[in-house]
């Protein structure tokens, strides 16, 4: 889908019901007229009322209708296709590094349109609000995590990250309504996360899905910080398919440091030097 704001609802639609499914059919089957609708126009054409068009919007993280309609406009705007180059066992040296390095700059730049800074801003709070900070990740996601246990201690935050899925779900039912537990998941899929997310949050801790909009883990948490996978990710895994979530990580501690006053907040300062010893020559 040519649009990523149609392709979120487009992949809520099958848990849609009632008056919401309304209003996503009127929004994926015609979004350039939705475009110019007034919301009153658009709970009429949904056979809704206004205080639902308004919950619709927030299911998906929008501060209001007028940021929906600058997000629907600004997506209709034609762009040119992400273009994953895969490479080849005829690839020379020179043109592996080059599409690595492209690959990387592509999804970047696609991420840099697509990412919710509203959806930054909520996860901020939680955490500066949060008594304690876990961090849930398997496979490849457990380097994120580690990366956001590293900064965020640093900041001054009391986190941990927790492996394995049966320590997961061990876990996450004891966490409280004071703490808050981070799932990070390309996919959004995986089983066992979404359990330990639904019992942490049945606990009433907050709980942040960084992954694929519409998934299953971001239908269960609080509050989802969306990474649309740019690439085909079924078969293989890319070398591209984590940045974006290394780049949220980052967004976060930016955020942290500024509503902590520091002066550099996109930087950490030096660790100790007796933690790492260095050659002075």
């Given at each position: 889908m040519r649009n990523d704001l149609l392709r979120r609802i487009a992949l809520e639609h099958p848990a849609?019901?009632?008056?919401?499914?309304?209003?996503?059919?009127?929004?994926?089957?015609a979004p350039e007229a939705a475009l110019k609708m007034s919301m009153a126009e658009l709970s009429q054409a949904a056979q809704t009322s206004d205080p639902t068009v308004v919950r619709f919007f927030r299911r998906f993280d929008w501060a209001d209708y007028q940021d929906f309609k600058v997000r629907l406009g600004q997506g209709l705007i034609p762009q040119a296709p992400f273009d994953y180059e895969a490479i080849t066992s005829d690839d020379?040296?020179?043109s592996v590094c080059s599409k690595i390095v492209n690959n990387s700059l592509h999804a970047i730049q696609?991420?840099?349109r697509d990412v919710d800074s509203a959806a930054i801003e909520r996860a901020t709070q939680f955490l500066i609000d949060a008594k304690g900070i876990f961090l849930f990740g398997l496979g490849i996601s457990e380097t994120i995590a580690f990366d956001a246990e590293h900064k965020f201690f640093r900041l001054g935050l009391h986190c941990r990250v927790v492996?394995?899925?049966q320590r997961q779900l061990l876990l996450a039912p004891t966490l409280r309504n004071d703490e808050v537990a981070v799932f990070f998941s390309h996919s959004g899929s995986t089983k066992s996360l979404v359990m330990a997310a639904a019992m942490a949050k049945g606990k009433g801790a907050k709980t942040i899905a960084i992954c694929a909009p519409g998934s299953r883990l971001a239908q269960t948490c609080d509050l989802t910080i969306a990474v649309p996978a740019y690439e085909n990710t079924e078969l293989y895994t890319p070398l591209t398919a984590r940045i974006?979530?290394?780049?949220?990580?980052?967004?976060?501690?930016?955020?942290?440091?500024?509503?902590?006053?520091?002066?550099?907040?996109?930087?950490?300062a030096a660790l100790d030097p007796w933690f790492t010893d260095k050659f002075m020559d």
């Open positions: 849609l019901t009632g008056a919401t499914l309304r209003i996503a059919d009127v929004l994926l089957s020379p040296p020179q696609r991420f840099a492996l394995e899925s974006n979530h290394l780049l949220v990580v980052n967004m976060l501690v930016a955020m942290l440091g500024l509503r902590q006053g520091r002066e550099l907040p996109d930087n950490l």
